[in-house]
């Protein structure tokens, strides 16, 4: 079964507000990345986090990692209409980046 | 960062025919790759893994026989879709990575496979 579950399941905002989407997984786990996906397209790393990190910026994305809690957050601030995408966490459990995805969010920006 | 070239982006095939997707890593080595499979507005499941000279390991629940995995260079894995039918019509994407533990894995752009 899969590793993480991923709130909200869809989420809908206005342009220059800030997203934020969670993700829990239920083993350890080595790292967290999150990843974006454009409809019907490949995927794009965003942010990989190590387990023993609690918190990254990149850009506009900031990525929390609660190990105690099992789960990260992550916030895009100042959104944009671009950054309409489905939004996924995966993990992985140590070697070879065999990674397992949660079930995602689907964000749409509204100009 | 690395790249993973996945070939074909989209595919159509006839009912019965079968269809080889290919996944290469560019500019690195990659000993192990991985296949996922995404199901319309659902999430990435893994299939299987693919380990360069030796034989993939499957995920419970997805026939070998029908995903047969190729792994012949350290560059390129194949993945092959045999006697296809309609319900095999999916997003099929790969992965690989250099193999350290807290590096990120690049995935290819995914092959959008047809089944008519």
């Known amino acids: 079964s899969q590793q993480g579950e991923e709130d909200p399941q869809a989420l809908s905002i206005q342009e220059g507000e800030n997203a934020t989407m969670n993700c829990s997984y239920k083993t350890s786990i080595n790292n967290l990345q999150w990843y974006r996906q454009n409809s019907g397209r490949g995927l794009v790393h965003l942010i990989l986090i190590r387990s023993n990190e609690r918190e990254k910026h990149s850009g506009r994305l900031r990525v929390t990692l609660d190990t105690s809690k099992k789960s990260s957050s992550l916030l895009i601030t100042a959104s944009r209409a671009a950054d309409t995408a489905s939004y996924f966490c995966a993990t992985d459990q140590g070697g070879y980046q065999k990674v397992t995805f949660g079930t995602g969010t689907k964000l749409q920006v509204i100009p | 960062g690395a790249v993973v070239s996945q070939h074909p982006s989209r595919v159509i095939c006839k009912s019965g025919t079968s269809v080889k997707i290919e996944c290469r890593s560019l500019?690195?080595?990659?000993?192990?790759m991985f296949w996922y499979r995404q199901f319309p507005k659902k999430s990435l499941m893994l299939m299987a893994t693919?380990?360069?000279?030796?034989?993939?390991?499957?995920e419970q629940g997805v026939e070998k026989d029908k995903f047969l995995i190729n792994h012949a260079s350290l560059t390129l894995s194949t993945l092959t879709v045999t006697s296809a039918h309609p319900e095999d019509s999916s997003f099929y994407i790969c992965?690989?990575?250099?193999?350290?533990?807290?590096?990120?894995?690049?995935f290819g752009q995914g092959t959008r496979l047809t089944v008519v």
């Open positions: 693919s380990n360069e000279g030796s034989k993939a390991t499957y």
């Open positions: 500019d690195f080595q990659a000993t192990t």
């Open positions: 992965s690989a990575s250099r193999g350290s533990l807290n590096t990120e894995a690049f």
